[in-house]
């Protein structure tokens, strides 16, 4: 390792520069370096003999970090380019780091220490949370900006290299971040993250930046704070080799505080022949009434929207993790009939644990306000009621496979995946005693994929005839189920289930590229519906008389006969 300092520069470049404090580079217009006028020179290090990159070394006492430090100008219109040495230019294996500005704050130390890192999580770790303590501590905008280099001779070109790779990663970066925030009381911050890890892109090195537009109080300013650990977890989970959706401390974002929060990431990386593609792209939506997430990726797509404006239906945490964990196999085993690739389920079995990781509810009182819309007030129904309802708020989501024609000799065989969730409730009734909810249910499989004819994994296909030994399966299922509730001053009058479900199978056999086989199996739609009434009224009956005696044996059958409805609702056909 070698450590100079800038009189250790070729002779006509051996002083020190005053710093004039100008402007970092918009995006709309490229910073042109230009020479630097010297001014009165610093007391020089002493050099050694000149290396290889024409950088001479010296031994300098003291932090022996990265310390060049480079201001950008701010447009075309600024002529003079300036640098300030505030420490000793320090090079590692003939490599060095420029500075934007002084890296002076636990931002830069976050920065400067991942600079360093191959992955692309290893390199984000950390940054949300410094960038969000930043515009904490300050409540205004700021900037950085780390250029990992190959030494040069002078400051002028150290200038011109660091603005060429700044901008060839911010327009081609390996992975980009932005948080968006929205106040209550109208004031707007946006933090970005572009890097790019690959030095052979013109340079390796990070950005990040802070606008912040109107005014922070101090409860917003901790309340951004607050989102630090969340903001973290989110992008070391999309930017892993595994990614998954890892936002539920995320969501917990102060509602009192905050309308909106949006996130967006790109992760890059290279194909087989090294070409720069997309591998993960990803965009959460958040406000008081709705999340929405879009994840793509080289194998699919993951869709997922859930509604938060009816907290009525809303069940206990232990009744929302079983609904969750239920759904899940669900989607396991719609996996397994369909032959979907594993990391995308992987991701949007995350996705729809993550959206129904927690639910905000709005503080009520006692009783119905007069006006107050029945779906809005939690607690509208009953434990019996809720034992007809999954807990879960109202949700779309969908997988969707990348269609591949994997089979040459046959190309219009495609192998696809794609499967929708749904559930929509609608909660009707002038009050508590009189009130209605209907919930359904919709699950629906649609896909086509190769099956080698002696193991179940794909078969290798291509031009010969002695590869064309193969099953060609279509899937095609769908099932739903309905809850429907009433009452009338108080009194059950409707509890009813009705479920409904339909799968079909088609197979094309081929051997040695001749087809010799094509079957159905489709067995018929199927359904059920079960008149829960009587029953209802009797529970309810058992429940009032546990109240007054306190029965452990009878209030212990009545949760089983619960917890049998829920999971019968959960199940399906």
Same mark, same amino acid.
């Given at each position: 390792?070698?450590?100079?300092?800038?009189?250790?520069?070729?002779?006509?470049?051996?002083?020190?520069?005053?710093? &004039?404090?100008?402007?970092? =580079?918009? @995006?709309?217009?490229?910073?042109?370096?230009?020479? =630097?006028?010297?001014?009165?020179?610093?007391?020089?290090?002493?050099?050694?003999?000149?290396?290889?990159?024409?950088?001479?070394?010296?031994?300098?006492?003291?932090?022996?970090?990265?310390?060049?430090?480079?201001?950008?100008?701010?447009?075309?219109?600024?002529?003079?380019?300036?640098?300030?040495?505030?420490?000793?230019?320090?090079?590692?294996?003939?490599?060095? +780091?420029?500075?934007?500005?002084?890296?002076?704050?636990?931002?830069?130390?976050?920065?400067?220490?991942?600079?360093?890192? &191959?992955?692309?999580?290893?390199?984000?770790?950390?940054?949300?949370?410094?960038?969000?303590?930043?515009?904490?501590?300050?409540?205004?905008?700021?900037?950085?900006?780390?250029?990992?280099?190959?030494?040069?001779?002078?400051?002028?070109?150290?200038?011109?290299?660091?603005?060429?790779?700044?901008?060839?990663?911010?327009?081609?970066?390996?992975?980009?971040?932005?948080?968006?925030?929205?106040?209550?009381?109208?004031?707007?911050?946006?933090?970005?993250?572009?890097?790019?890890?690959?030095?052979?892109?013109?340079?390796?090195?990070?950005?990040?930046?802070?606008?912040?537009?109107?005014?922070?109080?101090?409860?917003?300013?901790?309340?951004?704070?607050?989102?630090?650990? %969340?903001?973290?977890?989110?992008?070391?989970?999309?930017?892993?080799?595994?990614?998954?959706?890892?936002?539920?401390?995320?969501?917990?974002?102060?509602?009192?505080?905050?309308?909106?929060?949006?996130?967006?990431?790109?992760?890059?990386?290279?194909?087989?022949?090294?070409?720069?593609?997309?591998?993960?792209?990803?965009?959460?939506?958040?406000?008081?009434?709705?999340?929405?997430? +879009?994840?793509?990726?080289?194998? %699919?797509?993951?869709?997922?929207?859930?509604?938060?404006?009816?907290?009525?239906?809303?069940? &206990?945490?232990?009744?929302?993790?079983?609904?969750?964990?239920?759904?899940?196999?669900?989607?396991?085993?719609?996996?397994?009939?369909?032959?979907?690739?594993?990391?995308?389920?992987?991701?949007?079995?995350?996705?729809?644990?993550?959206?129904?990781?927690?639910?905000?509810?709005?503080?009520?009182?006692?009783?119905?306000? =007069?006006?107050?819309?029945?779906?809005?007030? =939690?607690?509208?129904?009953?434990?019996?009621?809720?034992?007809?309802?999954?807990?879960?708020?109202?949700?779309?989501?969908?997988?969707?496979?990348?269609?591949?024609?994997?089979?040459?000799?046959?190309?219009?065989?495609?192998?696809?995946?794609?499967?929708?969730?749904?559930?929509?409730?609608?909660?009707?009734?002038?009050?508590?005693?009189?009130?209605?909810?209907?919930?359904?249910?919709?699950?629906?499989?649609?896909?086509?994929?190769?099956?080698?004819?002696?193991?179940?994994?794909?078969?290798?296909?291509?031009?010969?005839?002695?590869?064309?030994?193969?099953?060609?399966?279509?899937?095609?299922?769908?099932?739903?189920?309905?809850?429907?509730?009433?009452?009338?001053?108080?009194?059950?009058?409707?509890?009813?289930?009705?479920?409904?479900?339909?799968?079909?199978?088609?197979?094309?056999?081929?051997?040695?590229?001749?087809?010799?086989?094509?079957?159905?199996?489709?067995?018929?739609?199927?359904?059920?519906? &079960?008149?829960?009434?009587?029953?209802?009224?009797?529970?309810?009956?058992?429940?009032?008389?546990? @109240?007054?005696?306190?029965?452990?044996?009878?209030?212990?059958?009545?949760?089983?006969?619960?917890?049998?409805?829920?999971?019968?609702?959960?199940?399906?056909?």
């Amino acid at each position: 390792m070698s450590v100079v300092g800038l009189s250790g520069l070729s002779p006509a470049l051996a002083t020190a520069w005053s710093p &004039t404090v100008t402007s970092a =580079p918009s @995006a709309a217009t490229r910073p042109v370096a230009a020479q =630097p006028a010297p001014v009165t020179p610093q007391k020089p290090v002493a050099a050694s003999s000149p290396t290889t990159n024409n950088i001479a070394s010296a031994t300098v006492q003291g932090n022996p970090r990265f310390l060049h430090i480079t201001q950008m100008p701010g447009s075309l219109q600024t002529t003079p380019a300036t640098y300030e040495a505030l420490l000793d230019m320090q090079t590692r294996g003939g490599r060095m +780091q420029v500075w934007e500005q002084a890296p002076d704050n636990a931002l830069a130390e976050v920065m400067g220490r991942n600079a360093s890192g &191959t992955t692309q999580q290893g390199r984000l770790a950390g940054l949300g949370s410094a960038l969000l303590g930043q515009v904490a501590s300050t409540g205004t905008g700021y900037r950085q900006t780390v250029v990992d280099m190959a030494a040069v001779a002078s400051p002028d070109r150290v200038q011109g290299k660091a603005t060429d790779a700044l901008w060839s990663f911010k327009s081609r970066p390996s992975g980009s971040v932005e948080l968006s925030i929205e106040t209550r009381s109208g004031a707007r911050v946006r933090l970005s993250i572009h890097d790019q890890r690959e030095p052979s892109a013109s340079d390796a090195g990070m950005s990040v930046e802070v606008v912040v537009e109107g005014e922070l109080g101090v409860q917003e300013r901790e309340a951004l704070r607050a989102l630090a650990s %969340g903001f973290d977890k989110a992008v070391q989970g999309l930017s892993g080799d595994d990614p998954k959706l890892d936002v539920e401390e995320l969501l917990q974002f102060d509602s009192k505080v905050f309308t909106r929060l949006e996130l967006q990431t790109e992760m890059y990386g290279k194909d087989r022949d090294g070409n720069r593609v997309l591998t993960l792209g990803a965009q959460l939506q958040v406000d008081g009434d709705r999340r929405a997430v +879009q994840l793509r990726s080289r194998d %699919g797509v993951v869709k997922m929207a859930t509604d938060l404006r009816q907290p009525a239906q809303w069940g &206990t945490d232990a009744q929302r993790a079983n609904a969750v964990e239920r759904y899940l196999g669900r989607i396991d085993k719609a996996a397994e009939r369909g032959q979907a690739r594993q990391a995308l389920v992987d991701l949007f079995k995350s996705s729809f644990a993550a959206m129904h990781s927690r639910y905000d509810a709005p503080h009520t009182g006692v009783g119905l306000k =007069p006006g107050t819309a029945l779906h809005t007030l =939690p607690g509208t129904f009953g434990e019996e009621d809720q034992s007809l309802l999954t807990g879960l708020a109202d949700f779309d989501a969908s997988i969707t496979a990348t269609t591949r024609a994997t089979n040459p000799r046959r190309t219009q065989e495609l192998d696809t995946f794609h499967y929708t969730l749904n559930q929509s409730t609608h909660i009707t009734g002038s009050s508590s005693r009189n009130r209605a909810v209907s919930q359904t249910q919709t699950a629906q499989l649609v896909a086509s994929y190769h099956q080698s004819l002696l193991v179940s994994a794909a078969p290798r296909l291509d031009t010969t005839s002695a590869s064309q030994n193969y099953l060609y399966n279509k899937v095609d299922d769908s099932s739903s189920t309905e809850a429907q509730l009433a009452y009338d001053n108080g009194e059950a009058i409707r509890a009813t289930l009705t479920q409904a479900a339909s799968h079909s199978l088609h197979t094309l056999r081929v051997e040695n590229n001749q087809v010799t086989g094509n079957s159905t199996s489709a067995p018929g739609p199927q359904s059920r519906h &079960t008149d829960l009434l009587p029953l209802l009224k009797q529970l309810q009956l058992q429940r009032q008389q546990d @109240a007054q005696e306190a029965d452990d044996t009878a209030r212990r059958e009545r949760q089983e006969t619960l917890q049998a409805w829920q999971t019968q609702v959960l199940q399906g056909l």
